[in-house]
């Protein structure tokens, strides 16, 4: 199996390391930053061959040109991106395959987000790296892409197996978590999530990673077709697209 280390940057950032042991390939996906890759490269004497890249902004990209001169890696991106990215030598486009050793990534093309927002689909091991798409309990903002597109984008992960562990970018599950509950406050998956989602960060722990299986039992953005959360956002007999977009309207205003 990978081994999967999982750093903190920024104010709420992961990046992770993957590496593959047999091999001794190391990857590493979205690097806001540098520094804490190379430390961690340091401790525990891995060479990074890859850098796996979701999409151009700054906070996933920002250790990209440091990483690169340090190491000599191989920079891996959307090809819709390629203007937007530095550094970038593998250009892939949905359904390429990534490798790390022998553990091979499929790219799922999930734009919404931004145009050209890419995901690692590590199908064997079942891993979900997939950047600012969908996080725990919640999805990306709509930065360059429309509400379809994001629904459209989701719809395709919502089809992996339920056991896939979903490894997103960012810690957002308190507030995601909060959200959600204003739209199925009767949900006691949701209330247990919200739960562990709290103690892990009264003990400084991250929340990342869920798994699908969670995701579609406590996370609106995959429950459009739910009655209640339906319900919560006057979607009531309205397309499957239609009630999405409603609920990230209303996530767009939430403020807790």
Known sequence: MLT???????????????HDGESGQTAVVDPAIAPPVLAALSKYGWQLSHILITHHHSDHTGGIAALKAKT????????????????????????DVVAIGQHKAQVIATPGHTSGHIVYYFADDGLLFCGDTLFVMGCGRLFE????????????????????????????????????????????????KMRQVNQCRANGQATVPSTLAEELATNPFLREDNQAVQQSCAGIGKPAAEVFAAIRHLKDQFSG
Do not use: M
Request: charged share 20%; hydrophobic share 40%; proline share 5%.
């Open 145 to 192: 892409g429309t509400a379809g597109q994001l629904w459209a984008s989701l719809q395709k992960l919502k089809c992996l197996p339920p056991e896939t562990r979903i490894y997103c970018s960012h810690e957002y599950s308190q507030s995601n978590g909060r959200f959600a509950l204003t739209l199925e406050p009767d949900n006691r998956a949701l209330q247990e």
């Open 4 to 18: 999967i280390i999982q750093l903190h940057a920024l104010t709420d950032n992961y990046i992770y390391l993957l």
């Open 72 to 95: 000599g890696c191989t920079v891996v991106a959307a090809a819709s991106d390629l203007h937007r990215i530095p550094n970038v030598d593998l250009d892939v486009v949905e359904h």
